[in-house]
């Protein structure tokens, strides 16, 4: 495999990363600001990676030499690290274990005064991370479901163009 077979693959790579993260960004957006579903602090931490990934991407479109194995090594870190945290939220959702998060919690008020808690509480209200959010009432897959199946996808697209670069090209990279 020439070199420029090799940095088309990569580009490819790349891109795809860019725009799976602002995809599932735009999503995140659209499901909270038009279709009105509220995030709990782990759906938050979910979209992190997916912001690293498009950096990642734009990394891995300018990196040349030495440089593009580190590029992808950070974009399957980042995928496997999404896929940990809808692990996590999975099972929190699932009642599997509670939540690492403190905002995923009702807010604890030791004062009697009507007043002092009205003053204590949050400026949005929060989602307790253990309620589920799905996208349609007739298919029982949450978002944080769906979330993990699509980053174990991009893992497994990242995972397979690197084979075929290295099939194609004859040595291990």
């Known amino acids: 495999m020439s070199y420029q077979q090799r940095q088309h693959i990569n580009n490819l790579v790349g891109i795809s990363m860019i725009l799976a993260g602002l995809f599932a960004l735009g999503f995140a957006w659209l499901a909270q600001n038009i279709w009105n579903m509220a995030p709990c602090g782990l759906c938050l931490l979910e979209r992190w990676p997916y912001r690293i990934l498009i950096a990642a991407g734009i990394l891995l479109l300018m990196a040349r030499g030495a440089l593009v194995p580190w590029a992808k090594a950070i974009i399957v870190l980042v995928l496997v690290a999404s896929l940990g945290l ?50 349609f009432d ?30 194609c090209s004859g040595k291990f990279r």
């Not at 809808?86 to 604890?108: D, K, Q, R, T």
């Not at 307790?128 to 959010?133: E, F, G, Q, Y």
Request: charged letters at 15%; hydrophobic letters at 45%; a negative charge.
């Open 86 to 135: 809808s692990f996590v939220h999975i099972g929190v959702e699932e009642g599997w274990w509670a939540s690492p998060l403190p905002e995923c919690y009702a807010v604890a008020s030791n004062t009697q005064d009507l007043a002092t808690r009205f003053m204590e509480m949050p400026d949005r209200p929060h989602k307790p991370c253990d309620l589920p959010s799905y996208l």
């Open 138 to 167: 007739w298919l029982p897959i949450s978002l944080t479901m769906m979330n993990g199946l699509y980053s174990l996808v991009l893992l497994i697209w990242v995972l397979i163009s690197n084979q075929i670069e290295k099939n």
